[in-house]
């Protein structure tokens, strides 16, 4: 345990109000802290700097998954256990629930929430693209009020996100899809659980008469940040399945991502499996 | 400079109440201030799963839940699992199919282990793997795990 | 007894929690211990400065002028000093250059990061190229640690005539041992009578070694030093040399601090500085006959040895003698270098340099058949060791070896020849998936190699306890492969008493003879056969003092020893090791008997392999092999599903990222080892065949099951694939994407 740990405080707010107010006491003082388990590694390993916690664990109303108004909404402190768990979640989101259960192992599952997934702004990270294919929007909170941002624009760049330090992430919105729809998922890891993606696609698509009417694609761990691959999307849309330009997708993927090379796999590995996993998951939206 | 709190917590059934500073690691709470030593610290990072233990009846990694988070809670460590003198199914089943060797990953193994029976009683070869794939084990290659937790389940799930 | 699954014997306290490992021993008032680290590979340490804002003096200090004894970590050459003093040479990025002790864990860590080290760098030397290029010399004249030549005929003839020369080079990465307890040890060192007492109690697999090791660091006499082996949480090797320095190190604190030391590594440091598996370097020429008979084989054997000796010279010398494996050839030359560089030093990891060599040659006779056009079973079938060949040091084999039906089995346990014809047309289909099976045969050398025993002239005894129960008294410790259970099991069979009735001494060196170091699987084989011995010592000598008649009962036999024991005041019984009689070594020319015996077996594996994202999945394994007898068949079968989990990781995905000496994916999160959804269900299976040399006729099983898994899943690779350049391990999915494309690009 390399952490000094006089060198870090908590304030443990009772209620959202609270711990609104006390981020706009000194914006930018206070690190939320939810399940912790991205930040205490990086504390265990005495990479963290001093710092003031915000502890958001005891914040009954950032829990809960509820369904209205043809949306569904997860409290920021939802669990991936708390995803897995859910009937219907499973029902019209396959690839969260697939998302949840390819993060860490159970004991991660059971801490790790939604609203850290996101907040930690890692590349790597394996409900974003889960939460680009679905079209999610990400509600934030101040005492400034509350506003929503389009999840494909909340990240601006590496650990760049449209948050205000005094904001906290509250909860995430996503639409009921409608229609006929194919869900794709599929994580590529060090190994097969526990383990850190180096390569993650999903996909959401709505197909109309044979037709690809609907079509989102999230990246994870191929650019500074989760990325929507809105040229391979281009190049799909209004396409038959019979006739997919695979190919054609596959070249204009390429254009949407960036990878860089680092211990766990080099650019080349991301660029060339990116690339094969679009390939896979076409040849099964044609069978749709 | 943090202050200390007084925390209190449940762990295996007993009532504690320890001065720590708020972030101090559950996993140090239960080693150094309680001195249960029965969990294991092997990395850290949440990745060996050897400080698993229970908490409010989930299996969480000891080594990432700061004390703070911790205060009023119900924790179940390896000293909890045996009644007495008598092993559970799960700790019986290790012992005789040599699921542990060093031993080093065996109680958060047999954490997780219960967990799992708890929730699916009866469980195939993938749903242990999946359930266990948290607790790295560097000694047995999961095969014997597998077949101990396989007897447990078919001698009545993980308490007796 | 022998041939019973026994219970473990410690297993009861290992379920519950209550085993005491090292960081688990309550020492009121000890001290946080710490090691401040060079972060250069090489260069000159010109100051150490001590940062603002810490109460330095509050700490225990230790640097290498503070040294009582000598500053040099003895091992098989003394070359290694436990600190790096000022104006000293550092040689590797994790060199220990000052030692610091606090009661408080937090500030001590505080006060390591405050610590600037002032070190003028020289170039350094990171690979074994670079090593053999001579451009920096780093180590003697030559970079060279330790050079071996073994021959036998002369090729040289053989090249021009053969109808087939096929030559490869291959290689493999540094590899974790990973067990799950990091590097641990407590010490107390405090005056008694009006001189030092040094004790340490530690996760340590041979207390001896550091036992000697902290007699030369404080220059102190046998009865002065003290050291105790805990519970330990995995080794595989990792705690077999690399102890002498964590364990002097935790024994310098306490001595000059007065106080308890506890110097427990946390992970990142554990996987930063201690020791790995030699990275190695493979060429190997073979000659064939039109038919496939091999007539001559050329190995130039390479190990990445690190800054220091340490254990490099015994781990090549067993590389090297398993560099010809289990081919009967004429003609062999085989020449093994362990070359310097400025890296950490490597160690001891099961198997001991043998799955390197062996990676190579059993990758190589794949590729051999491939070029010739035989089929790969046939090509090893015709050139098999039997029962009076000779082997390439020119030992002579005496038992009746049939590797053919060890290798007939494990194909027919994986289906191979049925798989093969069936994968040979799936594998035509458009889909990603693409699947093959290969094997490996290959022997593992029992004991230590050449004299090694004789140098050792290993002790161990058994001893009478008040309650009529027996202790066996072995410095062998338990690791988790069931030392404990297997010494009860041998000894309660040759005292004809259950094996109840036996239980393992503390492994106390105050306590207990030196019967050598827990490596080379040498345990069961030789420290059983001593312990036979001794019981049977023991039990005569309860028999001639008039103790017990025989035939006797357990209930008799109890009672004449608790009897023997309130007569005598003690009843202790000690064996020791004896050279074989016919069994010769020269350590000059290499020629001899390399091991008493040898274990031998064949692996096989089958593969699937995704070409969307190369990822490669074993879906299933088959490990035959002849051990001998098999003394506790679930610990046994448990020691070869463990080993081949780290033959299949070695294989696979463990690999270790150095940049400038220095290791990168120092985490668990990025050394891939696996996890309970990456290994299949494993077949093992123990073909008998009773060895006159072990207790009751077992041999060594520790390490033989790291050797085979690597080129078996390799050789399966290539069956999926076709030629790749398969020539290395780790073929991580990044290096199969890259052999893939050099073929797609020509
Ligand atoms: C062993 C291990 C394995 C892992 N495996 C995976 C994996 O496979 N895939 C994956 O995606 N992740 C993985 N993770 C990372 C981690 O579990 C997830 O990122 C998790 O979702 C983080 O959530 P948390 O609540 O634990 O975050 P915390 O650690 O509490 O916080 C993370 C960050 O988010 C901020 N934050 C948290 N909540 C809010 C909020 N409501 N508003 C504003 N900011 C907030 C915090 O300030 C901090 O910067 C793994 C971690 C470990 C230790
Ligand atoms: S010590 Fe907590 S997961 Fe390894
Ligand atoms: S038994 Fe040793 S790590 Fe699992």
């Not at chain 2, 195939?124 to 077949?147: E, F, M, P, V």
């Not at chain 3, 202790?471 to 008493?497: D, Y």
Request: glycine share 10%; hydrophobic share 40%; aromatic share 6%.
């Amino acid at each position: 345990m390399r952490g000094y740990l006089p060198d870090f405080d908590v304030r443990v707010p009772a209620s959202l109000g609270e711990a609104l107010a006390l981020l706009a006491q000194a914006p930018g003082t206070l690190t939320p802290l939810a399940g912790g388990t991205d930040l205490m590694v990086v504390y265990n390993a005495g990479r963290l700097k001093p710092t003031r916690f915000l502890d958001l664990s005891r914040i009954d109303e950032l829990r809960g998954i509820r369904e209205a108004a043809g949306a569904m909404t997860f409290g920021a402190l939802s669990t991936f256990t708390d995803l897995r768990e859910c009937a219907a979640v499973h029902r019209h989101f396959p690839n969260l629930v697939k998302s949840a259960r390819a993060t860490g192992a159970l004991a991660i599952q059971n801490r790790g929430t939604l609203g850290g997934n996101i907040a930690n702004a890692s590349p790597a990270a394996d409900t974003p693209p889960s939460l680009l294919a679905y079209g999610a929007e990400v509600e934030l909170l101040s005492v400034r009020g509350s506003r929503r941002v389009a999840y494909d624009r909340f990240h601006l760049g590496y650990k760049v996100m449209d948050l205000a330090p005094d904001e906290l992430v509250a909860a995430i919105h996503v639409p009921l899809p409608t229609g006929r729809g194919f869900h794709y998922f599929r994580k590529v890891g060090t190994r097969q659980a526990q383990a850190i993606s180096k390569v993650c696609l999903a996909a959401w698509a709505r197909v109309e008469g044979g037709v690809v009417a609907d079509l989102r694609i999230g990246l994870g761990s191929v650019a500074p940040a989760p990325i929507r691959a809105r040229h391979a999307e281009a190049v799909l849309l209004g396409q038959a399945l019979a006739t997919l330009p695979i190919e054609a997708a596959q070249a204009a993927l390429l254009e949407d991502i960036s990878p860089i090379g680092d211990i766990r796999a080099t650019a080349r590995y991301r660029s060339v499996v990116t690339r094969n996993v679009l390939g896979h998951m076409l040849r099964e939206l044609a069978t749709l | 400079m943090a202050d200390r709190i007084d925390l209190t917590l449940k762990v295996n059934g007993a009532d504690h109440r320890v001065s720590v500073p708020p972030f101090a690691r559950l996993l140090d709470v239960l080693r150094e201030d309680l001195r249960l030593t029965g969990t294991k610290e092997g990395c850290g990072e949440g990745e060996c799963g050897a400080c698993t233990v229970l908490l409010n009846g989930r299996v969480v990694n000891s080594c990432l839940v700061p004390a703070v988070q911790v205060q009023g809670a119900e924790v179940v460590t390896i000293e909890g699992l045996a009644d007495g003198e008598n092993l559970s199914s799960l700790q019986a089943a290790f012992l005789t199919h040599n699921g542990a060797q060093c031993g080093f990953c065996t109680p958060g193994m047999l954490l997780s282990a219960t967990d799992l029976i708890n929730r699916c009683p009866n469980p195939s070869d993938d749903q242990i793997r999946d359930g266990l794939s948290g607790n790295l084990c560097r000694c047995t290659g999961y095969a014997k795990i597998l077949d101990s937790v396989h007897a447990a389940a078919a001698d009545g799930g993980a308490a007796r | 007894m022998i041939g019973a699954s026994s219970i473990r014997k410690e297993g009861r306290a290992k379920v519950l929690g209550t085993a005491i490992y090292t960081d688990d021993k309550f020492m009121p008032g000890a001290l946080h211990g710490l090691t401040v680290r060079s972060e250069v590979p090489r260069g000159i340490l010109r100051a150490i400065h001590f940062g603002e804002g810490i109460p330095w003096d509050e700490f225990t200090l230790v640097t290498a002028a503070d040294i009582p004894g000598t500053n040099l970590v003895a091992s098989v050459v003394d070359d290694q000093p436990f600190l790096i003093g000022i104006g000293e040479e550092i040689t590797h990025s994790q060199q220990a250059v000052l030692l610091l002790a606090h009661a408080d864990r937090h500030l001590a860590e505080k006060a390591r990061r405050a610590v600037r080290l002032e070190i003028e760098e020289l170039p350094a030397v990171l690979d074994i190229q670079s090593s053999l290029d001579l451009q920096t010399v780093i180590y003697g004249d030559n970079n060279l640690l330790k050079e071996i030549h073994i021959a036998k005929g002369d090729p040289d003839p053989v090249w021009a005539q053969a109808a087939h020369v096929v030559e490869g080079e291959y290689r493999t990465g540094a590899q974790e041992q990973m067990y799950i307890e990091p590097n641990a040890m407590l010490s107390v060192v405090e005056p008694r009578d009006g001189a030092l007492q040094v004790t340490v109690w530690g996760s340590l697999q041979c207390p001896y070694y550091v036992h000697g090791a902290l007699r030369q660091l404080f220059g102190l006499s046998e009865k002065q030093v003290r050291v105790v082996a805990m519970e330990m949480g995995g080794a595989f090797g990792g705690k077999e040399d690399y102890p002498s320095v964590n364990g002097g190190h935790a024994a310098l604190l306490a001595w000059k601090s007065g106080r308890p030391v506890r110097l427990i590594y946390d992970r990142e440091e554990d996987l930063a500085c201690t020791t790995k598996r030699h990275p190695s370097r493979t060429r190997l020429r073979t000659a064939f006959d039109a038919e496939g008979t091999l007539l001559a084989l050329e190995a130039d054997f390479i190990l990445d040895g690190g800054a220091y000796a340490t254990l490099s010279p015994v781990v090549l010398s067993r590389g090297a003698v398993h560099a010809a494996s289990v081919y009967r050839c004429p003609h062999v030359r085989i020449h093994a270098r362990a070359v310097a560089t400025n890296t950490p030093p490597p160690g001891a990891f099961r198997g001991f340099g043998a799955p390197q060599s062996l990676f190579a040659m059993e990758r190589h006779m794949d590729i051999c058949a491939r070029k010739l056009g035989l089929d790969a079973v046939e090509l090893r079938r015709k050139n098999f060791l039997r029962m009076g060949d000779t082997m390439a040091t020119g030992q002579v084999i005496r038992e009746d070896l049939d590797l053919a039906s060890i290798m007939d089995r494990a194909l027919a346990a994986i289906g191979y020849r049925d798989k093969r014809a069936a994968f040979a047309i799936t594998n035509q289909e458009d889909g990603p998936i693409k699947r093959g099976v290969g094997f490996s045969v290959f022997m593992h050398g029992c004991g230590f190699t050449g004299n090694g025993e004789s140098h050792v002239a290993s002790v161990a005894g058994v001893e009478g306890l008040a309650d009529g129960t027996v202790a066996v008294l072995a410095a062998s410790t338990e690791m988790g492969q069931g030392k404990n259970t297997v010494f009860a099991q041998i000894v309660a069979e040759t005292l004809q008493v259950p094996v109840e009735q036996v239980e393992t001494a503390e492994v106390d060196t105050d306590r207990v003879p030196n019967s050598g170091p827990t490596v080379a699987s040498r345990s069961t084989m030789m420290v059983g056969r001593i312990l036979e011995d001794a019981a049977s010592g023991f039990k005569q000598a309860l028999v001639q003092q008039g103790f017990l008649a025989e035939p006797y009962t357990p209930e008799s036999f109890r009672a004449a020893v608790a009897k023997a024991v309130a007569t005598l005041g003690s009843l202790r019984c000690y064996g020791q090791y004896h050279r074989p009689p016919n069994i010769s070594w020269n350590d000059v020319t290499y020629q001899g008997d390399a091991y008493p015996t040898y274990s031998w077996a064949c692996y096989a594996a089958e593969v699937a392999v995704d070409l969307d994202t190369f990822e490669v999945k074993v879906a299933d394994f088959a490990a035959v092999q002849e051990v001998g007898r098999v003394v506790n068949p679930t610990l046994a079968a448990g020691q070869i599903e463990g080993g081949v989990a780290q033959g299949i990781g070695w294989g696979l995905w463990e690999e270790v990222t150095m940049q400038r000496g220095r290791m990168v994916n120092n985490q668990m999160t990025n050394y891939i080892i696996p996890t309970a959804m990456d290994l299949p269900r494993m077949q093992v299976i123990f073909l008998e065949n009773a060895h006159v040399g072990g207790p009751g006729g077992a041999k060594g099983i520790g390490e033989l099951p790291m050797d085979g898994p690597a080129p078996a899943v390799v050789n399966a690779l290539e069956n999926a694939l076709g030629a790749l350049r398969l020539d290395e391990v780790p073929m991580t999915p990044d290096r199969l994407l890259d052999r893939c494309e050099e073929v797609s690009h020509g």
